[in-house]
Each structure stands twice: as structure tokens, then as C-alpha cells.
């Protein structure tokens, strides 16, 4: 018997997978989808076992080390799913295998020490000789760690042959064990042996007596460790257990993030809005039929309990389904809305576990024991294997395309999944990315259209300050004139205010301003942000830190000023302008901590703040009643960023800021402060107006020639030196050239936005395509071609339909 094993090897240009023998006592146990450590060249690897076969055209052929699963972590499905992410995002099998499964399921590769010639290894070096044979298992980079020193006379004793290194692979996936007692034998049984134990044994009596006062003897049991808490003594339990009276038994054990209990919730009488919207759902879903539906719905339409009703029925059908939300909106607040309606059967995967904590939600997944998952973009590789529902909350959020290989869309995955299993995938958005609703508008989509807020709760009233007339008469401060009263007033009356800026530390860069320099990393062309807590400059790309500098690198003159506004600088001018009003600020900066997103959220919703002041992480899911005024500090903060999705990302963002407002009963109010008040973004999102702006995004869209209108993909290359990278750049247009259609156009090569980051030059060319055959081979031809000559230090990376442009 021959397995196919792909082999997780670094900046793998080899796609291809190799042929082992499986050893005898094994044949029986190897399945595709399991994980095998395999010997590559000198060295050991992990592999992923895809195929069983009897013959291999190769002659002299390995043979596998040993196997790490007792149960394939990949299904078929998933398998073939590998397969079609390699071709369409353009990486290897290993790459795509590895993002479905869990980080704790990623190898860890260690050296081992191994001594090959004691004797003499003592005669030349007896310290180092008496050192390792008194560790056990001695690891290479422990060993360096601990003992800096020993590093040379290893290398020294390893060129001699009297040392070897042995590459050990570890499977870090660990399910935890719990021991659990309970009695081996009957009660009567139980209570002769006490009495018969002689005074001595008292310990052990006490254990046998709690033993026997359980009334469900027969299926008593429970974990060691209580017994232990309870007093008893761990000694007694064990000689009990040599003598055959109690039993013990490893148990699996789940470790739970989510263990308070959960208040149960049961369906909504829905509006007539939401019922039309949920028929056609469950049509699919009862007639096993792959659509995809797009629930436009306004902020507070009730999307969430449309999909929690379908969900429901896929339940009630014995199937599965899974909920994507974006990471940042995977709040508390949010996953207690599927836990309180479906209690145990719903899985949580988001960042904020820990690998032990995700690899226990994946394994629930996986042995049946739930039957939702609710989590963030990786969760859409969750390993079911009766697929009923798929839905993506916030569909147009661009944290569902992954930036790293594998650069995939999870919306891309979804319904290719749900094709699979001939099951529906719902998009749900406020504000639909342009390319869900152009497909909605050609019916590719079915669109499900949610206009009013349940229960007639109007939208909030917009009004758009410019901020240029407030400076124009003189006001310099981040807060206008309105917004500084609507403010207070709120203080007044005991209401909250939300304040949003964009982004963390939006350009709070340092200018000198007699000559106009701004301190920029040396490592990335792009200006460095200002720290006030640690007065420190940093870079967002890198994380490079200098101090502030005192005067002007360039002209000496003490003119260095800040200019634009952080998150913190909005703190401290609030604290300024209102020292009575208590502020809560959210960015990076201040919920790095695990759970102090949570916390601080908390605080708010308890009143124990009046302003919340934050980046994007406060602009989506947050309901509080008491919320009746938001703040855009900055609106088109996000305008002028090379990006030919700046007006969506802003008419989005502004939207969703807005609908944190008046949510409950009382009417809620928003304030834009805006640089270009006329700009249609700005304008249709005021209005509540999403038709207009896609009438008119859709039509500057058509002219420049983008998405929706035609594809895009993106190829990056960077390298130390700017010519090397020009040169490469210069050679992929003409390949791209040559061989694509007339009906395709390169653009480049260029410069991008940001041209050096981390000391390596950028360039990059991009191709607009409608129908295009020969792009993924060529693309493939490119890949391999620099990676193969990838010595020279050139880096290149392809991203087809990419997010980011800079
Ligand atoms: P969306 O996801 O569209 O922003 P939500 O699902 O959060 O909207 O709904 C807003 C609020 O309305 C929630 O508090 C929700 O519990 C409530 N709600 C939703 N549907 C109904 C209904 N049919 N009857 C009463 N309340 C509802
Ligand atoms: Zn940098
Ligand atoms: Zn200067």
C-alpha cells in the first residue's frame, strides 16, 4: 500500500505531492485526510496523506515514520476543497490544508540531541558529556537557551560526529484529560471492604464511606481532582484502585470560554418583512437547493433572528450550519444571541481563544457534539459533515478576505461549500459591497430586502457639519461647535454619546513646521505615528519606536508639531473641553489585554462612563438603550487613501456608526464632521440612502474600469534593492503582456502607495480582466519561475480580487 503526501515544507515551490510506502501493521490505520510524519531528504516532516493507491511509478520509495491522527482531520470534502483553494488563490496544498485546520494542529519542529559516541564525547569534552546525560531528551533550543555556552562545543562535537541532531516533529493539538473516579464494584462489596480495613486505614475509609452514601452509586462518578478538593486523600484513592474497588477513567475535556450559564431565548413573532425574507430561506433549506441570498436589511431590521430562525430548521433537519461574523463583532453580546437560542449546540471560534481553547471548539465541531459554529472567517473551513446553512453577517466587511497566503474570500469558500452540499449561503449586510448587489441586480442573487426597523423605531436625523467652515471662523478644536453642545446636553440629560475616529492615531504624524520634514520610518516609506503615553514615534508597518525627537532632523529649528488626531489626543482635548464628563477610549492601544474589550464595553453598558470614544472596533454591534448621539469626529478620513473603494469603505462605515444610535425608545441623533460635506458618500449615507450611492459608485466604477465591472489581480514584488525589484517587475508585465488576450490590460509596473516597508522595495502590477483563460496558468508559470530562481532574495506574492491595493 502507497500513500500521496503532500509535505509542509517552507516556501514549498514543489506542489506536488510524493509517494511513501506505509509500513506493514498500518495499512489498516492510514486514511486520506490524516496527518503522517514522513522522512524528507535528512530531515523529518509532517505531511497530509490525500490518496491511497498500490502502485507508484517510482522505485526506491520511504517509508512513513508514523501516523499523528487516529481519525482523518480533513474529510473528503475538505480535501477537494484544498485542492480548488491551491488553484483559485494561487498556493501550495499544504498552505490551503493548513488553514482549515486549527494553529495547535501545526507542526512543531524541535532538535533533538542525540550522543553518538559517549566514550568519546567524554574524553574531549567530559563537562558537555555529563551535562547532556543528565537531561532528558535534551532540546537544541532549549539547551542554547539555558546555557548560551554549550552552543559552540555542540557544533564543534557535531562536526566531530560525535553529536547528531535529530529533527523530532510534535503534534501541539493536546485534547486535555480529566481523571474520573467511581466504584469498580457493587455497594455491598464496597462497604464489606470497609469494614474489614483495619484503623490504620482511616484515610481510606473516609473514601469508601463517600463512596457508598451515593445514592446513584452504579453511575457515579467524578473528577479527581473534587475529590481531592474535598479533603480526601489522593493516596487512599489510588491504593483503593489497586485493590480493585474504584475505577478510575480518563475523560475528555472540553475547555469551555463560554461557561456561564446562558439565559435561553426562544423565536420572535416576526414582522412581515422579515417572514418574506425568511420563506424563500426556508424553501431552500426543506428543498436541499443551493441559492444564495443577500439580506439588504438597515441597521435594527431583525436580520439576526431571520437567520437564527433559519438556522433552527436546518437543526430540526439533523443538519449544520455556520454563522461568519466579522472578528471584531464577535462580541459577547453577539454570541450569547446564538448560545441563548441554542445552548450547547453552538461552537465559538474566534481570535481571542487560546490555541488550547480552539482546537477543543474545532474537536466539537468535528465528533458531532454541536451543530453551529459562530466565528470569524476561519470558521468557514469548520469540519461538518452535513452542511445545511451558511450565513455571512456583514457580508461587505474586508476582514473576510484573508491578506495572507492563502489569500482567499470567505464568501468565495461559502458557496463553494454550499454547492457541495446543495445548501443555501444568506450575505447579510446593511450596506452590501458593490459586488453582492450588482449580482442580486443580474439575479445571481436572490435579493431579500429589510427596510424598517423592527417595531417603526425611526433612523436617526444626520446632520453634516463642515469642518472647514469651523475653522474658518476660528474654531481649531477637533469638536465642532454643534457637537460640543449636543454633547454637553446629553451630559445633561444622563444620555451617552458615542465619538468614532478613524483608525488609531490617524495620522497623528510630527511635522517640523519651518521646513516642512516629517519624521518617517527608516525601515518604510511612511510617517511615523505619535505615542503620547510613552512619548514615543511609532510604525504601524514595522513597529520600529524612536524617541520624539527634540528639533528637526533636517533643519535643527524647534518647530516639530503634531498634526492630525489619535484617538488619544481626542481624550485629552474632551477631558479639556468637558472634565466632568467620564470618557472611556477603545483602540488597539488600550484593549490589548485579553478581555478588555469585554470590560470596557461593560463599563459603558453600565453607565458608568458618558462618552465612548473609539476606532473601528466600536462602530459595529454595539446596541446600548442610552446611546442617543454619535460623533463622526473625521468622516472622510478614509476618502483620500489610494483606494478605489474609499467611497464605499466610507458610506459603510458612516452608515453602521450611525446605526448605534436610537436604537431602543429613545430617538436617536448623529453629527458628521466633514472636510468635503458635499461629497456623495458623506451625503447618501446622511440620507440613509444606499441606492443612490451605489447608482453613482457603480457608474464612476463603469468609467474607471474596476470591480464590480472587472476583476482584479494584484502582483506584488519586493526585494532590498530597487533596481532588482524594478527589473523583476519590469519582466513580469512582459510575460503578462505576451500572454494574455487583447481583452485584459497590465497596468505597471508601478510603485504602490507605500514603497518600502521593512527595508524591502515595493512594486507591483495589476491586470483588469473580464474573461480571462490564461491567467491563472501564467500566473502559475510567474510564481514558479521566481520561486524557483528565489535564491536572489526576490519576493513575490499574487492576490487575485485583492482588498488591499497599497
Ligand atoms: P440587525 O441585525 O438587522 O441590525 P437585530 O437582529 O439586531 O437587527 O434586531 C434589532 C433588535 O430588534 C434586537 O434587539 C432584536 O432582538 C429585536 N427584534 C428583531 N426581530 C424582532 C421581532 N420580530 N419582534 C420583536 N423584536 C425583534
Ligand atoms: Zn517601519
Ligand atoms: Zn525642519
Known sequence: MIAEVYIDIPANPVNKPFDYRIPEGLEEVVEPGMRV?????????????????????????????????????????????????????????????????????????????????????????????SFLSKVKNPMWSEVV?????????MKRAISQGLLSIHQLVQNQARAKKVIHVSAAVSREQLENACAQMTARAIRQKEVLQFFVQQSDLSSFQLPLADLVNQGFSRDAVNKLEEKGLLHDEQVDHYRDPFLKKVEKTYPLDLTSEQSEALTPILESIEHEEHRVFLCHGVTGSGKTEIYLQSIQHVIAQSKQAIVLVPEISLTPQMVLRFKGRFGEQVAVMHSGLSRGEKYDEWRKIREGKVQVVVGARSAIFAPFKHLGLIIIDEEHESSYKQEDIPRYHARDVAIHRAKTHQCPVVLGSATPSLESFARAGKHVYTLLSLKKRVNQRPLPSVEIVDLREEMREGNHSVFSKILLEKIRDRLEKKEQTVLFLNRRGYSTFVMCRSCGTVVTCPHCDISLTYHRAQHLLKCHYCGYEQKMPDTCPTCASDAMRFFGTGTQKVEAELNRLLPEARVIRMDVDTTRKKGSHEHLLRQFGEEQADILLGTQMIAKGLDFPKVTLVGVLAADSLLHLPDFRASEKTFQLITQVSGRAGRHALPGEVVIQSYTPDHYA????????????????????????????YYLALISMTHPEPAKVAEAAERVASILNNNLSQSSQVYGPVVPAISKINDRYRYQCMVKYKREPALLPVLHKILQHFQESGKNNLQISIDLNPVVLM
Not at 498556493?91 to 490544508?97: G, N, Q, Y
Not at 494542529?105 to 553518538?116: F, G, H, P
Open 37 to 129: 510524519t514522513v522522512p524528507f531528504g535528512r530531515t523529518r516532516r509532517l505531511g497530509f496523506v490525500t490518496k491511497l493507491k498500490n502502485e507508484s511509478s517510482f522505485k526506491q520509495l520511504k517509508t512513513i515514520d508514523s501516523v499523528e491522527d487516529h481519525h482523518p482531520v480533513l474529510t473528503q470534502e475538505l480535501l477537494e476543497l484544498g485542492d480548488w483553494l491551491a488553484r483559485t488563490t494561487l498556493c501550495t496544498r499544504v498552505a490551503a490544508f493548513q488553514a482549515m485546520l486549527p494553529a495547535a494542529m501545526k507542526a512543531d519542529y524541535k532538535k533533538l540531541i542525540e550522543v553518538e559516541q559517549p566514550d568519546q564525547l567524554q574524553a574531549s569534552d567530559p563537562e558537555l558529556a
Open 145 to 153: 537557551k539555558h546555557h548560551p555556552k554549550l552552543s559552540n562545543r
Open 682 to 709: 458623506v451625503i447618501d449615507a446622511a440620507h440613509h440612502d444606499y441606492e443612490a450611492f451605489y447608482q453613482q459608485e457603480m457608474e464612476l466604477r463603469h468609467r474607471a474600469g474596476y470591480p464590480p465591472f
